[in-house]
């Protein structure tokens, strides 16, 4: 199997409620897919089902060709940007480290090495809780990437950053799929500051999916049908603004070029 | 009484002993405590070790024993209720409640009333048995062990639970581990320091290491340094003082410790900007 990834035949249902079912999706090495949805959508529960953290309703779900589960060490994790406290005895090369296992000497290297890829080296001795949040989500990426991970899962790393750390950020997570050959599935609630980057886009949304490039799915005939009312696409320059019946879906609020 | 003399007695010997145990195990898990917020699930199971303890003594005039079995029952009830969730707070409050209420009552049907009560709360660790101190040293042998092997992924769940359990990290497993070992830190801190004093031991040395040092590595080097530095230098002045409680002298110092960590800590940070 070539695929980085697979789902055949997914379904999830939670508490009776079917979040998508009939998913076919094959991740390609290098691929770089948006996952995007309202809320309640089910976007971290696809990720949650490719780390083996929870088991698909129906179908099947392999990474690298084993089930999830078995697969763990070859995914990498970028979560949303959290708070750490000011006073946690916690430095960056500590919380890359974490996710180190090989012999204890070759350790410091490891992580002095993800730091450098980065840009991260500067603030490796500082307190986690004293750097920005766009410090901590290059800390994240080199915490994720470690181990050469051919799969990066990242849920809405951008959130709650700046436009210029949000734009830092993204394109240093795709200069470093590049590198590597690395697969991205990257769950967002706004397309723009990935659109640059995204070669194929997964829609879930009310119960339903859509799958193809950006051009395909943002399209008001496609998103009308996932949604099951009218929505509007429009295009302003380089950026998507989808309009449903209630204003604005899924935009980039304040996001200026 | 000199000192000296002292010293040569079996019972300041042990004392010296125990406290130098309880304080490695204190200093160990006072990192993870203060990290995971669990101060007051320490205030609640060492106030629960009362329980236990008064309950010991009741049934088997072994308050050691009953407050060790106590911890664990503790441990498994504060896990079993959630006390890894959200209303951990809450939880711990109520079983607290409960607890210490059950505990006055076994008291008041024990004879020795008003010094056992004394004892547990403030700490005698120049009372304790042979046997009891026997028992002190192996649970607290089989903590330390314990805490040394699972530290690392411990850290890892207790500052970064999410990533931790993307990559397969036990995160609840690891927390119930903890609060059990938390539970038996406790306890065992509570015969050197009382119950109502524990946290002297197992928060005061991590608050001031935390505040020195950024390397979680260092921190429990510190804590663990600062943890023995007030548990031997307090049962010392206790003997040398021959009337006052080692309690009083372990507070006092981990207490002054920790305000000088502030102090060390806030120069620094004008000279540092």
């Known amino acids: ?30 691929e770089f897919i948006a996952v995007l949805g309202p809320n309640g959508a089910g976007k971290t529960t696809l990720l949650k089902v490719l780390l083996g953290l929870v088991e698909l309703s129906e179908g099947t779900a392999a990474v690298a060709g084993r089930p999830p589960r078995e697969g763990r060490d070859r995914i990498g994790y970028v979560p949303q940007l959290r708070a750490f406290d000011r006073e946690l005895p916690l430095r960056g090369r500590d919380l890359v480290g974490f996710v180190y296992d090989g012999p204890r000497q070759a350790g410091r290297s490891a992580v002095d090495a993800a730091l450098e890829a980065v840009g991260a080296s500067g603030y490796a ?48 997570l795709d200069r470093r799929r590049h590198q ?32 193809g490039s950006p051009a395909e799915v943002f399209t008001g005939e496609r998103l009308s049908e996932l949604y099951g009312t009218t929505i509007d696409v429009v295009r302003v320059r380089d950026r998507i603004v989808v309009l449903g019946a209630d204003g604005e879906i899924e935009t980039c609020h304040h996001h200026v070029h | 009484m000199n000192l000296g003399l002292y010293l040569e ?10 406290g130098a145990l309880v304080a490695v195990i204190c200093g160990l898990i006072g990192p993870f405590v203060v990290m995971r917020r669990m101060a007051f699930a320490v205030h609640g ?39 890894e969730e959200r209303d951990r707070d809450s939880t711990i409050g109520v079983v607290l409640a409960f607890g210490l209420g059950a505990g006055v009552f076994m008291l008041s049907k024990y004879d020795g009333f008003a010094t056992a009560a004394t004892n547990i709360l403030f700490g005698d660790i120049f009372g304790v048995s042979n046997g009891q101190l026997w028992l002190l040293l192996v649970i607290g042998l089989v903590v330390a062990a314990v805490m040394v092997s699972i530290r690392r992924p411990l850290l890892f769940a207790s500052v970064d639970a999410e990533v931790a359990a993307a990559r397969g990290v036990p995160v609840r497993a690891l927390g119930a581990v903890f609060m059990l070992v938390l539970a038996l830190t406790v306890t065992e801190a509570a015969q050197i320091v009382g119950t109502l004093l524990v946290l002297s031991l197992a928060i005061s040395p991590a608050a001031a290491a935390q505040r020195l040092t950024a390397s979680p590595v260092a921190v429990t080097w510190l804590s663990i340094g600062f943890a023995l530095l007030a548990t031997e230098g307090g049962i010392l002045a206790s003997l040398a003082s021959d009337t006052v409680k080692p309690s009083v002298f372990i507070t006092a110092i981990s207490f002054g410790i920790y305000l000088t960590a502030r102090l060390v800590s806030a120069r620094r940070s004008v000279a540092y900007g």
């Open chain 1, 180 to 211: 590597d050959g690395t697969a991205v599935v990257f769950v967002t609630h706004e397309i723009n500051p990935v659109l640059p980057y995204v070669d194929r886009v997964l829609y879930l949304a009310a119960g339903r999916w859509a799958i």
């Open chain 2, 9 to 18: 007695q079996s019972f300041a010997q042990h004392a010296l002993i125990a």
């Open chain 1, 1 to 30: 199997m070539s695929a980085v990834a697979e789902l055949r035949g997914a379904a999830m249902r939670l508490g009776g409620r079917t979040l998508w079912e009939r998913l076919d999706l094959a991740i390609e090495a290098g």
């Open chain 2, 45 to 83: 199971t060492s106030e629960l070790a009362f329980t236990g303890a008064a309950g010991g003594l009741l049934v088997a005039g072994n308050a050691v024993a009953g407050a060790l079995i106590g911890a664990v029952v503790v441990a498994g009830l504060l896990t079993a209720l959630g006390a």
């Open chain 1, 125 to 172: 001795d500082a307190p986690v809780g004293r750097l920005s949040g766009g410090e901590q989500q290059r800390l994240r990426i080199a915490q994720a990437l470690l181990a050469r991970p051919p799969l990066l899962l990242c849920d809405e790393p951008l959130l709650s950053l700046d436009i210029s750390h949000q734009q830092e950020v993204t394109a240093l």
